[in-house]
């Protein structure tokens, strides 16, 4: 399967560059709460078009994509035991970012944290989110990529 070769690519590189006690690779579904979501895999090359069918755009093609059941988890309970730290997150989750940061509250409330998320559809709006409900600070965006910081 193409998503586990990418996982371990994704590993080989981060012990190549000696990294490996510093980052922690998981092959782990996000959302609001634990529990079994459909997922539509891009049957093409692009990985970056997969997401989860409850947050998907109204324009998604379902002859584009395969339908299958996952178990997703919250932010909150897959990194329960990080306190006090300066943490880095990268959310590329095609649409679902709020119901990931959603579930990952606790965690980014007790850490202080630089968050890099793609925002392909109204970045605006979620930006507003993000500053007003989380509580975040807009730093900058490069393309679709948005920085923001929260200190503890």
């Known amino acids: 399967m193409q998503s586990e070769f990418c996982k371990r690519l994704l590993c080989a590189n981060i012990y190549l560059n000696s990294l490996d006690l510093r980052i ?5 579904g996000l959302s609001h709460a634990r529990r079994s979501v459909s997922f539509l895999v891009n049957k093409g090359n692009s990985t970056g078009m997969s997401r989860i069918a409850e947050t998907a755009p109204a324009g998604t093609k379902a002859e584009m994509f395969e339908e299958t059941i996952i178990e997703v988890d919250t932010l909150d309970a897959q990194l329960a ?4 730290q300066v943490v ?9 970012e709020e119901s990931v940061i959603t579930g990952g509250r606790s965690f980014l409330e007790r850490n202080r944290c630089f968050l890099q998320m793609e925002i392909l559809s109204n970045p605006q709006e979620m930006v507003c989110w993000v500053r007003d409900q989380i509580g975040f600070s807009y730093l900058h965006h490069i393309g679709n990529d948005y920085f923001f910081e929260r200190s503890s």
């Not at 922690?24 to 782990?28: E, S």
């Not at 035991?81 to 006090?84: D, K, P, Y």
């Open 88 to 96: 880095f997150l990268k959310i590329d989750v095609e649409g679902h």
């Open 24 to 28: 922690d690779a998981r092959r782990v």
């Open 81 to 84: 035991s990080i306190r006090g």
